[in-house]
T-cell receptor
Framework: GAVVSQHPSRVICKSGTSVKIECRSL??????MFWYRQFPKQSLMLMAT?????????EQGVEKDKFLINHASLTLSTLTVTSAHPEDSSFYIC????????????FGPGTRLLVL | AQKVTQAQTEISVVEKEDVTLDCVYE???????LFWYKQPPSGELVFLIR??????QNEISGRYSWNFQKSTSSFNFTITASQVVDSAVYFC????????????FGQGTTLQVKP
């Protein structure tokens, strides 16, 4: 099956710093990547959709200057949380679709961010 | 508007019992896809199945089976002879063709299988 990796798996940072999370499709070319945020005991909330080589499309209410998304290649997308604050602490999950199965999103293992 | 409803917030069963997780969806599209994902305590979402709107055939994969009924807009998931390893949060999701593949998730059902 399609494999998506995410790095780092956990990160603790001080308030005001920026954190970069990488999402890679390991065995297929991901034409589209998605970034989600999940709070404890809640469902996934889509933050943005990114297509390789173009600007990300952000969901309503998601600050694009706060959550910078780059999809520079068909196997890599990055999410940078700029000037992180404690309220940004959450579980961030990426997914990718592409290759032979365009309709299914395959998810990475997620990144737990804790901002002190 | 698109919507996915998983009315069961939490289910607890004893090992070897059968359990059905309900999923009801709403969409205006005639072409759409339905999914089930499993999220174990580790956090990663594991893809279980995808069904397109034109294929109402039920599917069985080992102890897992899915019942898709367009007449009732439901896509239910049954685990037969449940095991402790089945304990997880299960999400049902909907994707519309015209919506660039975005997934609309249900709220999830937490399944606890006790030994």
């Amino acid at each position: 099956g399609a494999v998506v990796s995410q790095h780092p798996s956990r990160v603790i940072c001080k308030s005001g710093t920026s954190v970069k999370i990488e999402c890679r499709s390991l065995d297929f070319q991901a034409t589209t990547m998605f970034w989600y945020r999940q709070f404890p005991k809640q469902s996934l909330m889509l933050m943005a959709t990114s297509n390789e080589g173009s600007k990300a499309t952000y969901e309503q209410g998601v600050e694009k200057d706060k959550f910078l998304i780059n999809h520079a290649s068909l196997t890599l997308s990055t999410l940078t949380v700029t000037s992180a604050h404690p309220e940004d602490s959450s579980f961030y999950i990426c997914s990718a679709s592409g290759g032979a199965d365009q309709e299914t999103q395959y998810f990475g293992p997620g990144t737990r961010l804790l901002v002190l | 508007a698109q919507k996915v409803t998983q009315a069961q917030t939490e289910i607890s069963v004893v090992e070897k019992e059968d359990v059905t997780l309900d999923c009801v969806y709403e969409t205006r599209d005639t072409t759409y896809y339905l999914f089930w994902y499993k999220q174990p305590p580790s956090g990663e979402l594991v893809f279980l199945i995808r069904r397109n709107s034109f294929d109402e055939q039920n599917e069985i994969s080992g102890r897992y089976s899915w019942n898709f009924q367009k007449s009732t807009s439901s896509f239910n998931f049954t685990i037969t002879a449940s095991q402790v390893v089945d304990s997880a949060v299960y999400f049902c999701a909907l994707s519309e063709r015209r919506n660039t593949g975005k997934l609309i998730f249900g709220q999830g059902t937490t399944l606890q299988v006790k030994p």
